[in-house]
């Protein structure tokens, strides 16, 4: 081989090298470029919504019972007006309704005018008289907040504030104990932080005599309408943005929440459970989650039913009342804020709604 061709044999040789090298070089960037496209970049926009869990908590007579909430809808749900015809919903129990125009007694399809006044709450009592309020207050609302009990079409005080400009009443429930009418109430008073408080007292008719049954409530916090039965005082109490169940026995002690897979608080959330009730024998305990209405029995921690109520009804609730296997819900018309007609809800589903407006309450 001369020398000519022993440089052009080198020259060759030279150039597959640099070849292979480059090859290899645009290989290794290749595989580098997928490696670094396949890393996702962080998501630091989107939060991580955790749903609000309890603990189980194992009481003493009842089993403990967790709770998740669902998701709230994303679109809130419009109310509808569809009455539903009731087929075992008990229509002679004896329901009292109050409203701006008056106090109505409804029985089935029946209905009688009791008083033309203006009255928020009315209850009726086992002796047939009505226990009832003209104004429900919160702290500095003007009004009447004396509790009346109205006889024979003749309204008469039973409890009055000592002190109408520093004190306020609220009435919240009324029960019958062996011949004996008590009425639960609570009396607020004091317009500071440092010194207002709430104390819930329970009244004897027959005797005159009052129990005191605690402090419930301070200037940020109390509750909202309680009711009894057996030894059980349930409401929901309020703290800022806070609410939780309140569950305590009439000695004042409380009761945990986590004994029926309640939390003790909940912040602001649609789904949670809330407006809580309890019978007047003190057996089931009664609240809604959105637009799911649930019966609890007291003694197994059991859930007894759970009722799908009017599509977008669980948001406007004011109140629920309860008794044997049938609940009323009162609730605010969406368009008008003000209360509309009291809906009948029985524990296998079926529904109806009262002929008046207003809040209505069993015969207790």
């Not at 409804?106 to 006044?117: K, N, R």
């Not at 008590?182 to 129990?211: C, H, M, P, W």
């Not at 800022?240 to 169940?245: C, E, N, S, T």
Request: net charge negative; with cysteine; proline share 7%.
């Amino acid at each position: 081989m001369d020398l000519d061709d022993r440089r052009r044999s080198r020259r060759s040789a030279l150039l597959g090298a640099g070849s292979l090298v480059l090859t290899t070089v645009v290989m290794i960037v290749v595989l580098l470029g997928v490696d670094l496209g396949d890393e996702p970049a962080p998501d630091t926009l989107a939060p991580t919504t955790v749903a609000p869990t309890t603990t189980d908590l194992v009481p003493d007579t009842s089993p403990a019972i967790d709770y998740t909430p669902t998701e709230p809808p994303v679109t809130p749900a419009k109310p509808t007006t569809t009455t539903i015809t009731p087929t075992t919903i008990p229509l002679d129990q004896r329901i009292v309704v109050a409203s701006p125009a008056g106090i109505t007694a409804v029985i089935g399809s029946s209905s009688e005018s009791i008083d033309s006044g203006s009255w928020a709450v009315a209850i009726s009592s086992g002796d047939g008289s009505i226990i009832a309020q003209h104004v429900w207050p919160g702290y500095g609302q003007p009004g009447d907040t004396a509790i009346y009990r109205i006889a024979d079409n003749v309204a008469s005080t039973l409890v009055a504030p000592s002190d109408p400009a520093n004190e306020w009443i609220r009435l919240h429930d009324v029960i019958d104990e062996a011949g004996s009418v008590r009425v639960l109430y609570s009396v607020k008073s004091g317009t500071g932080f440092d010194v207002a408080t709430e104390e819930l007292l329970l009244l004897n008719i027959s005797t005159g005599t009052t129990q005191s049954l605690g402090v419930i409530g301070g200037w940020e916090d109390g509750p909202g309408r309680l009711s009894i039965g057996g030894n059980l005082i349930v409401g929901e109490t309020f703290s800022q943005i806070d609410r939780g169940p309140f569950i305590r026995r009439r000695d004042g002690t409380n009761i945990d929440p986590g004994s029926f897979g309640l939390a003790t608080t909940y912040a602001d959330c649609s789904v949670c459970p809330r407006t809580f009730a309890i019978d007047e024998t003190g057996s089931n305990l009664v609240w809604v989650e959105d637009d799911l209405l649930v019966v609890m029995n007291v003694d197994t921690g059991e859930r007894v039913t759970e009722v799908r109520l009017v599509e977008g009804l669980g948001r406007d609730i004011d109140t629920l009342e309860i008794s044997g296997e049938t609940v009323i819900v009162n609730a605010h018309d969406r368009n008008t804020g003000v209360l509309g007609r009291p809906y009948l809800y029985g524990f296998d589903g079926t529904s109806a709604r009262l002929p008046v407006e207003g809040s209505a309450t069993f015969a207790r």
